[in-house]
Antibody, heavy 122, light 107 residues
Framework: QVQLQESGPGLVKPSETLSLTCTVSGGSLTNYYWSWIRQPPGKGLEWIGYIYYSGSTNYNPSLKSRVTISVDTSKNQFSLKLSSVTAADTAVYYC????????????????WGRGTLVTVSS | DIQMTQSPSSVSASVGDRVTITCRASHGIRSWLAWYQQKPGKAPKLLIFAASSLQSGVPSRFSGSGSGTDFTLTISSLQPEDVATYSCQQANSFPITFGGGTKVEIK
């Protein structure tokens, strides 16, 4: 079955750029939207943004100035870059699959990675 | 942005009890609401979408209802494996937003 796995540094210094990759195995990126979601310790979930397999993106306005999500269909991967990080960006970062974006009936996350903790600290 | 508010923040109940969790949206979202279960150290799992549709493989003791601004998740007979945090998510408009979560424990 399709599985998602996040990878990347667990520690990032303040003001630097956080970079994570999600590898999709057992299936294709095609025809789905792929999201990043984060959860600060002890807090609720926050949607960061999504990318369609074709490359079109949509970001949360609260993070839009600092976020870039990209896709590499040849490697079956998509990636997150978050610039100018601060301690407030410390969180477990999840990648997840979104069946659709144009129809509200499809805007739910049906497949998730296990998550990776990223700590922002000097 | 649409704010999602869950209550209570935590609930403790006995095995076999009926548990109800509420989610309120700051603006009407029709029936575009999902519920997730998150066990400690694990990724969230989709339980219900479109307010009341059960995701494949989810036990029938879970059910969802509501429309507009007020929604509920009900566990009809609480089981030990249901210990988790439950979160709602609105799908009506971007940015997608989540509730703060409700922690369910066994008494």
């Amino acid at each position: 079955q399709v599985q998602l796995q996040e990878s990347g540094p667990g520690l990032v210094k303040p003001s630097e750029t956080l970079s994570l990759t999600c590898t999709v195995s057992g299936g294709s990126l095609t025809n789905y939207y792929w999201s990043w979601i984060r959860q600060p310790p002890g807090k609720g979930l926050e949607w960061i943004g999504y990318i369609y397999y074709s490359g079109s993106t949509n970001y949360n306005p609260s993070l839009k100035s600092r976020v870039t999500i990209s896709v590499d269909t040849s490697k079956n991967q998509f990636s997150l870059k978050l610039s100018s990080v601060t301690a407030a960006d410390t969180a477990v970062y999840y990648c997840a699959r979104l069946p659709g974006a144009f129809l509200a009936a499809e805007r739910y996350f049906d497949l998730w990675g296990r998550g990776t903790l990223v700590t922002v600290s000097s | 942005d649409i704010q999602m508010t869950q209550s209570p923040s935590s609930v403790s109940a006995s095995v076999g009890d009926r548990v109800t969790i509420t989610c309120r949206a700051s603006h009407g979202i029709r029936s575009w609401l999902a519920w997730y279960q998150q066990k400690p150290g694990k990724a969230p799992k989709l339980l219900i979408f479109a307010a009341s549709s059960l995701q494949s493989g989810v036990p029938s003791r879970f059910s969802g209802s509501g429309s507009g601004t007020d929604f509920t998740l009900t566990i009809s007979s609480l089981q030990p494996e249901d210990v988790a945090t439950y979160s709602c998510q609105q799908a009506n408009s971007f940015p997608i937003t989540f509730g703060g979560g409700t922690k369910v424990e066994i008494k």
